[in-house]
C-alpha cells in the first residue's frame, strides 16, 4: 500500500486544517488505518485511528479538537483539526494496517504559530 498525506502547512493557534491520505488500493481491503505525528525532539505519537468498520479512536490530546474519518470512494481518510495549538506542531503521518503489516506514508508539516 502506498499512501500520499498532504495538507499540511501553517495555521494560527484556534484555527483549523484538513490533512488527506489517499490510499494506492482499496481502502475497504484495509484493517485500519490511523495518523500519527512526530514533533521536533519527541517520540512519535498516535493521534486517532479509524477501523475497517468506522470505529474510531483519539488521543488524549487531541480529543474533543480533532476528526478522523474516511470516504471509501476516494480511497482516502482524513484528519479535520479544529482549535489547533502550537503544541500540535508536528510532522503527520498516515499509516495503513494491511494483514500484519503497517505502511506509513511520507509525512506532511503543520506548523501552528502562537
Known amino acids: 500500500v502506498q499512501l500520499q498525506a498532504s495538507g499540511g502547512g501553517l495555521a494560527q493557534a484556534g484555527g483549523s486544517v484538513r490533512l488527506s491520505c489517499a490510499a494506492s488500493q482499496n481502502i475497504l481491503s484495509v484493517n485500519g488505518m490511523a495518523w500519527s505525528r512526530q514533533a521536533p525532539g519527541k517520540e512519535r505519537e498516535l493521534v486517532a485511528t479509524i477501523s475497517q468498520s468506522g470505529e474510531t479512536f483519539y488521543g488524549d490530546s487531541v480529543k474533543g479538537r480533532f476528526a478522523i474519518s474516511r470516504d471509501n470512494a476516494k480511497n482516502t481518510v482524513y484528519l479535520q483539526m479544529h482549535s489547533l495549538k502550537p503544541d500540535d506542531t508536528a510532522i503527520y503521518y498516515c499509516?495503513?494496517?494491511?494483514?500484519?503489516?503497517?505502511?506509513w506514508g511520507q509525512g506532511t508539516l503543520v506548523t501552528v504559530s502562537s
Open positions: 499509516s495503513a494496517i494491511v494483514g500484519g503489516s503497517v505502511y
